[in-house]
């Protein structure tokens, strides 16, 4: 290899034609070697300030689909969730009215108190899982984020996360992001009160919100879609302690929950909207000391 060209041994991806003057970063992208073997990895391309010309390419496999929630089987559970939702909302919902309504005739006391209450509870439940089967495109427009996220922090203060500390480090020049901006406040809501459920046994629990413009970021956020820029940064961070091992990869699925009261559908939410958007939300450990962060990426504004 030593004193033959990069593209004779390794082409680099379409993108990197782009950025002739500047670093570059592909994650989950399809490289060709010169011997047409074919290899997923995540590109990394840094210009070196000490040595003008020079560049550090660095691979990273597997691909960051795992990192970043992505892959066909959770696709595959995303279609299943949509399917039972709205099984379960024509077959439940209706029929939980009626028990409702019968609880409501009886004489008042402790029974018919506890049933009205498990039907309401029951009832929301299927509320929630009818957020997923709607598929109507989201409508997307340029917002400025950070009233939405001064937004989220302060219901959050005021409510399930009153009495913790939550620190915002923003970068004060993004731009625009192209979303929904109900969508958006409830992914924030949604990490948020995430993070308030992971620090409760922690004797100093510590949430943390960032933002920050990613250049060079591009992804498919699905099979079939188009790669995408998406450079505008959000993430929660919290000190407690993490995913169990055995369902980080998996944390985006509907059902899947690290608590045993968790009903696996917050996060899974927050994974749908997040790609209706056109985005992408990814779950790590970093940090020293670590931390536990959900990572969205989203697309500009283009206007």
């Not at 570059?24 to 399809?30: I, K, M, S």
């Not at 919902?93 to 008042?108: C, T, V, W």
């Not at 809501?189 to 992971?198: S, W």
């Not at 990814?282 to 990426?297: D, K, S």
Request: proline share 9%; aromatic share 4%.
């Amino acid at each position: 290899m030593v004193g033959q060209p990069i593209a004779e041994i390794l082409p680099p991806p379409d993108e990197s034609r782009k950025h002739d003057n500047r670093g570059l970063a592909v994650f989950d992208t399809e490289i060709a070697t010169a011997r047409g073997v074919k290899i997923r990895v995540d590109f990394a391309e840094t210009i070196m300030p000490d040595h003008p010309g020079w560049r550090a390419i660095t691979l990273h496999v597997p691909a960051i689909s795992r990192r970043l929630g992505y892959s066909a089987d959770r696709t595959a559970g995303a279609r299943a969730a949509v399917g039972a939702a709205a099984m379960l909302a024509h077959e439940i919902k209706n029929p939980l009215s009626g028990i409702r309504g019968a609880a409501q005739l009886l004489d008042a006391g402790e029974l018919t108190t506890l049933i009205t209450t498990e039907v309401d509870r029951i009832a929301a439940l299927i509320d929630r899982m009818q957020d997923f089967s709607d598929t109507r495109p989201l409508p997307l427009a340029s917002e400025n984020i950070y009233p939405l996220l001064t937004h989220a922090r302060r219901l959050a203060l005021a409510g399930f996360a009153r009495g913790i500390a939550i620190e915002e480090r923003f970068d004060p020049s993004l731009p625009p992001a192209h979303i929904n901006r109900d969508a958006l406040l409830q992914i924030v809501i949604n990490l948020l009160k995430n993070a308030r459920e992971a620090v409760a046994d922690q004797p100093n629990p510590l949430i943390i919100v960032t933002t920050a413009y990613r250049h060079g970021i591009t992804v498919s956020s699905a099979p079939g879609k188009p790669r995408l820029p998406l450079p505008i940064e959000i993430c929660v961070f919290d000190n407690g302690p993490g995913a169990p091992p055995d369902i980080a990869d998996h944390l985006f699925d509907p059902f899947v929950s690290g608590r045993r009261e968790g009903q696996g559908l917050g996060l899974a939410l927050v994974d749908k909207l997040t790609r209706d958007m056109g985005g992408i939300v990814q779950y790590a450990r970093e940090g020293i000391p670590e931390m536990t962060v959900l990572r969205l990426l989203l697309p500009r504004a283009t206007s």
